[in-house]
Nanobody
Framework: QVQLVESGGGLVQAGGSLRLSCAASERTIYTMAWFRQAPGRVREYVAGITWTAKTNYADSVKGRFTISRDIAKNTVLLEMNSLKPEDTAVYFC?????????????????WGQGTQVTVSS
């Protein structure tokens, strides 16, 4: 059972940057991803990365967000630049044992508790 803990959320002005971190309880080669859920909206895919560092992004964050991982340190990072008020959400880290680069929430086996990101206008 892999445990995931997110950190790095906070309040930032529009145009600013934040870096989220997800720490896994053990070394894993699972596919890792970030999802987010804004108030009153369904949780949506943000970005994902395989153990071979293949990445995928939602169209809404392409060119602004970068996902990376350090397998040796059991961490996954999400660098968020040019933040917009519509990026405001709780951001969740997730792990998928299948190793595939999937966007489907149901494919992910482990989830963190989330970290709040608020972007003011």
């Amino acid at each position: 059972q892999v445990q995931l803990v997110e950190s790095g959320g906070g309040l930032v002005q529009a145009g600013g940057s934040l870096r989220l971190s997800c720490a896994a309880s053990e070394r894993t080669i699972y596919t890792m991803a970030w999802f987010r859920q804004a108030p009153g909206r369904v949780r949506e895919y943000v970005a994902g990365i395989t153990w071979t560092a293949k990445t995928n992004y939602a169209d809404s964050v392409k060119g602004r967000f970068t996902i990376s991982r350090d397998i040796a340190k059991n961490t996954v990072l999400l660098e968020m630049n040019s933040l917009k008020p519509e990026d405001t959400a709780v951001y969740f880290c997730a792990a998928d044992r299948s190793l595939q680069l999937t966007q489907r929430q149901g494919d992910f086996d482990y989830w963190g508790q989330g970290t709040q990101v608020t972007v003011s206008s």
